[in-house]
């Protein structure tokens, strides 16, 4: 939350581009990266800790690859565009995979 509203200050604002579609091949992309990066996260801090601080730990990583990845196509226009829909998919991806560790560790 602190990084998207980062974010927001010091980038002027959220970014817009047209034809950015909700269901699009880039958003499965961000989608799947996501849940990657989570159940990666994940794997590493529950060596060392409970579900739910292995659980925010990983959701952390998560928003920092996410946010950091829409901060780099904000400085490369030329080559990427950023969107606020990139992070809510980069987001349902965290959660999902979230929910899958959950089921597995039960």
Sequence with gaps: MNLTLAFVLFTGGPPHRSGDAWFARDKFLHFAASAVVQGTAYAVFQRNARY???????????????????????????????????????????????????????
Aim: charged content about 20%; glycine content about 10%.
């Design 52 to 106: 739910t601080v292995a659980a925010q730990r990983a959701s952390l990583v998560t928003v920092a690859v996410g946010v950091g990845k829409e901060l780099y196509d904000l400085r490369h226009p030329a080559r990427h565009q950023a969107s606020w829909r990139d992070l809510a998919w980069d987001g349902v991806g965290g959660a999902a995979a979230t929910v899958v560790a959950h089921q597995v560790d039960r």
